[in-house]
């Protein structure tokens, strides 16, 4: 049958590319909003990561806080993070004295002036290893009042999109009270004639 | 006997080009209209902003006019939004302009802030807090995100 001379409509072909480019610029739009949604792995730490606080001792004297600490975990752990509690009515540690370390007595470093590494090597490595036990001293500042308790996170060094990060180990948080060494009588005497004088 | 039909029109070729050509403009204005109904999505570390609500870990505690927050997770809180709840009415917050000791550059991984709030409340009933995260805008910009309330914030009184 012929065509007829009348016939009207738009192109199948130029219908088609109409349809393809619309798909086009509604799939660029989805994606554009979507693609920031995808979820990628968190940077956690694994399960059975623990650090126990064996003694943590405060000399009023010298003002040094000396902490022992053990690696009873699964996993070995590059440093922690350290706050105390220096304000009875405070029940959560917040004042951070990482930066109170004694490095050379502590054969440890500070780490951007929040953490602690346990290893004196500029290298990231999870060196504090299943077992081992360790004793650190910090060197408190008067402003900073007397520590009554203390809380550390522990940290790792992981892999991460390629690159090497640390990791904050928050669900093994551990406390303690801090036991004080009060100074002798004689020494608190000889201090308040100090200050009076 | 034929009729002779004289007919006049565009070469087949350039009409087929400048459908095309309107076709793209169109599009191009539907998708730049159509972008401003959506909504502006902030990235942080790569990913959308409510995404990275989830990995925030923090612990905190009112006692005797003091607020303590620690952060205990991987990261960094810009600020809090605080809610208070008192006798009739409810108040909100922003703690990094509104309590000084509140850290410039906010709290991060394993910091501590602790501040007297007695000044914005001397009775609070109910407080609430949820952490405010900064993030990348579309346009490159930094814009802070308050994460959702019920899903992400804390009751510390």
Same mark, same amino acid.
């Not at chain 1, 192109?11 to 989805?30: C, D, E, K, R």
């Not at chain 1, 405070?90 to 370390?101: D, G, K, R, V, Y």
């Not at chain 1, 991460?160 to 928050?170: D, L, P, Q």
């Not at chain 2, 000044?119 to 959702?148: A, F, H, Q, R, W």
């Given at each position: 049958m012929k065509r007829g001379k009348n016939c009207k409509g738009l192109s %199948?072909? %130029?219908?088609?590319i109409l349809l393809v480019v619309f798909v086009i610029i509604?799939?660029?739009? %989805?994606?554009?909003?979507?693609? @920031?949604?995808?979820?990628?792995?968190?940077?956690?730490?694994?399960?059975?990561?623990?650090?126990?606080?064996?003694?943590?001792?405060?000399?009023?004297?010298? +003002? @040094?806080?000396s902490l022992t600490l053990t690696?009873?975990? +699964? /996993?070995?752990? *590059?440093?922690?993070?350290?706050?105390?509690?220096?304000?009875?009515?405070? &029940?959560?540690? @917040? @004042?951070?004295?990482?930066?109170?370390?004694?490095?050379?007595?502590?054969?440890? +470093?500070?780490?951007?002036?929040?953490? %602690?590494? /346990?290893?004196?090597?500029?290298?990231?490595?999870?060196? /504090?290893?299943?077992? &081992? *036990?360790t004793t650190h001293f910090f060197n408190i500042?008067?402003?900073?009042?007397t520590p009554l308790s203390l809380r550390i996170i522990p940290l790792r060094v992981q892999e991460y999109n390629e690159k090497i990060k640390i990791v904050s180990c928050g669900s093994a948080v551990? &406390?303690?009270?801090?036991?004080?060494?009060?100074?002798?009588?004689? &020494?608190?005497?000889?201090?308040?004639r100090r200050e009076e004088g | 006997m034929e009729k002779e039909i004289y007919k006049k029109g565009i070469s087949p070729v350039v009409a087929t080009v400048l459908l095309i050509a309107i076709v793209i403009i169109i599009g191009l204005i539907i998708f730049l209209w159509f972008r401003g109904f959506t909504q502006e999505s902030i990235t942080k570390f790569g990913k959308n902003v409510e995404i990275v609500c989830q990995d925030?870990?923090?612990?905190a505690d009112y006692s005797g006019g003091i607020l303590s927050v620690s952060n205990i997770g991987n990261v960094p809180i810009y600020s809090m939004k605080l809610k208070i709840s008192e006798q009739g009415r409810e108040r909100t917050f922003d703690v990094a302009q509104e309590i000084a000791e509140w =850290?410039?550059?906010? #709290?991060?991984?394993?910091?501590?802030?602790?501040?007297?709030?007695e000044? #914005?409340?001397?009775? =609070?009933?109910?407080i609430t807090l949820t952490p405010v995260l900064l993030g990348i805008s579309s346009d490159g910009g930094e814009k802070s995100y308050v994460c959702n309330e019920k899903q992400y914030g804390k009751e510390v009184l």
């Amino acid at each position: 049958m012929k065509r007829g001379k009348n016939c009207k409509g738009l192109s %199948v072909v %130029v219908g088609y590319i109409l349809l393809v480019v619309f798909v086009i610029i509604i799939s660029a739009i %989805v994606f554009q909003w979507l693609k @920031t949604y995808i979820p990628a792995q968190s940077l956690e730490c694994p399960d059975g990561v623990s650090v126990i606080i064996n003694e943590a001792d405060f000399n009023e004297e010298s +003002r @040094t806080l000396s902490l022992t600490l053990t690696n009873n975990g +699964r /996993f070995n752990i *590059s440093g922690y993070f350290i706050n105390i509690k220096n304000n009875p009515q405070q &029940e959560i540690p @917040t @004042t951070n004295i990482a930066n109170s370390l004694n490095e050379e007595e502590s054969n440890a +470093r500070i780490y951007r002036d929040s953490a %602690v590494l /346990f290893s004196s090597a500029p290298e990231f490595e999870n060196r /504090f290893g299943q077992g &081992e *036990s360790t004793t650190h001293f910090f060197n408190i500042q008067n402003n900073i009042g007397t520590p009554l308790s203390l809380r550390i996170i522990p940290l790792r060094v992981q892999e991460y999109n390629e690159k090497i990060k640390i990791v904050s180990c928050g669900s093994a948080v551990s &406390e303690k009270e801090i036991f004080i060494q009060e100074r002798e009588e004689g &020494e608190e005497e000889n201090l308040r004639r100090r200050e009076e004088g | 006997m034929e009729k002779e039909i004289y007919k006049k029109g565009i070469s087949p070729v350039v009409a087929t080009v400048l459908l095309i050509a309107i076709v793209i403009i169109i599009g191009l204005i539907i998708f730049l209209w159509f972008r401003g109904f959506t909504q502006e999505s902030i990235t942080k570390f790569g990913k959308n902003v409510e995404i990275v609500c989830q990995d925030v870990g923090f612990e905190a505690d009112y006692s005797g006019g003091i607020l303590s927050v620690s952060n205990i997770g991987n990261v960094p809180i810009y600020s809090m939004k605080l809610k208070i709840s008192e006798q009739g009415r409810e108040r909100t917050f922003d703690v990094a302009q509104e309590i000084a000791e509140w =850290p410039g550059s906010g #709290l991060r991984a394993g910091s501590g802030f602790s501040g007297n709030i007695e000044e #914005l409340s001397e009775e =609070p009933i109910e407080i609430t807090l949820t952490p405010v995260l900064l993030g990348i805008s579309s346009d490159g910009g930094e814009k802070s995100y308050v994460c959702n309330e019920k899903q992400y914030g804390k009751e510390v009184l």
